[in-house]
């Protein structure tokens, strides 16, 4: 098993920035990959970016592209997103995940783990 915990998230204005951190837990040895996804209020839960856990490689969403860059410090079992240029559609609760396996980045089904969600609200 893996425990995930995000934090970070909070009320930012439009074009600022915040840092969100995923702590994992637990048998972290078994963790393939991470990512991070956001859901707003009605909506589905949609991806936002992937990282391998033993690699630099890298996967983001087209919506959050250039604004966004995920990282990972595996020394701290820690999983990064640093969020710039915030806009107001941002604004959702965001959730890190974990995957054992490979298979798509970008739905969140092959995905193992999750965390509780962080909300981060950006006002205009």
């Known amino acids: 098993q893996v425990q995930l915990v995000e934090s970070g998230g909070g009320l930012v204005q439009a074009g600022g920035s915040l840092r969100l951190s995923c702590a994992a837990s637990?048998?972290?040895?078994?963790?393939?990959?991470m990512g991070w996804f956001r859901q707003a209020p009605g909506k589905e839960r949609e991806f936002v970016a992937s990282?391998?856990?033993?690699?630099?490689?890298?996967e983001y969403a087209e919506s959050v592209k250039g604004r966004v860059t995920i990282s990972r410090d595996n020394a701290k079992n820690t999983m990064y997103l640093q969020m710039n240029s915030l806009k107001p559609e941002d604004t959702a609760v965001y959730y890190c995940a974990a995957k054992v396996r490979g298979g798509s980045y970008y739905s969140p089904s092959p995905y193992d783990y999750w965390g509780q969600g962080t909300q981060v609200t950006v006002s205009s």
């Open positions: 990282i391998y856990w033993s690699g630099s490689s890298a």
């Open positions: 637990g048998r972290t040895s078994s963790i393939y990959a």
